[in-house]
């Protein structure tokens, strides 16, 4: 199992990136007298992780790191992250090219003196792919600084860099004041544990200060809803019709997780096939209308939430329904 959670988080980090938000992200530069473990366990488990999967990419971990705090520090972009877009495909080219060319050419010389060798990990440890270029080595390591911080930031962990950083130059050192175990097993508590709770609790205080602002109402659900344009009472949806909606999705301190305004366009969808904060929010308005809704997590993505939203987590989503299809008349056609 050793660094198999690096690859966990990884993918999940990857899984968490969103479409965008208008809102920074939630890290600080901390505060260097107090630790913040798990800032500082991340750093152990990119740097070991890295480290272990490929033992020839030798980067500069100062450099990563720098760029890593400068991309979790500035706010989310809207829209696509161009940042990380152009990182992503620097990464690419190096791995598809130089890499792969030395990394081929190491083997053959190694398969020179033994044809019946098995190529293990350990044959590359003290292998430098960027040896001779240094210029490579700062490029490619801001690059994994930029792409792994911008992935971070898109999933909305309160990190602080200071340790993040010192996480990762420790371990790259051998002076990690941590255990890779106790970091790998400190990342799944706050996952499995930690922040289902936290989430939790400040999603109840949320809506419960909601649910006193005037013109905002409650279904039997926990649904909290206001209806800014109610639309036209002749066509109402029902749970089976397709909706044609515009929408903007955001989390309790504004961040904007989805929005189909930015995108430029509409969305249509079967009303059954959604949350189900949607799936009756809908039918509360008609054509034409438009509607608030403060979903409580057990109406939108749970307990295990679902790419930037985290686990138990409340929602406010912004709907105008700019049409309705019926489902009986779809099904005729």
Known sequence: MKKMIYLATVMLMVAMVSCGGHNSSLNEKGNKSEMDTLSYAFGINVCGGISYDMPDLKLDWDVMGNAMEKTLLAPMPTGEDEEKAEAQALLDEFFRGPRMERMNAKAEAIMASDSTHQLVREDFVD??????????????????????????????????????????????????????????????????????????????????????????????????????????????????????????????????????????????FPLNGVIKGWTEGLQLIGKGGKITLWIPSELGYGAYGSGSIGPNMALLFTVELHDVKRASEQSAE
């Open 127 to 268: 292998f430098d792919v960027f040896a001779g270029d240094e210029a490579q080595r700062k490029a490619i390591s801001e690059a994994y600084g930029v792409y792994t911080g911008s992935n971070l930031r898109a999933s909305r962990m309160p990190l602080k860099t200071y340790w993040l950083q010192k996480g990762m130059a420790d371990y790259a050192a051998g002076e990690a004041v941590i255990t890779e175990s106790f970091a790998q097993q400190f990342i799944q508590n706050y996952y499995v544990t930690e922040m289902p709770l936290q989430n939790a609790a400040e999603s109840k205080a949320w809506l419960a200060e909601v649910e006193k602002q005037k013109g905002v109402q409650k279904t039997e659900s926990g649904l909290l809803y206001r209806i800014d344009r109610a639309g036209d009472a002749s066509v109402m949806p029902t749970a089976e019709d397709t909706v044609v909606v515009d929408y903007k999705g955001e989390l309790k301190d504004g961040y904007v997780f989805d929005s189909s305004y930015d995108r430029g366009e509409s969305i249509e």
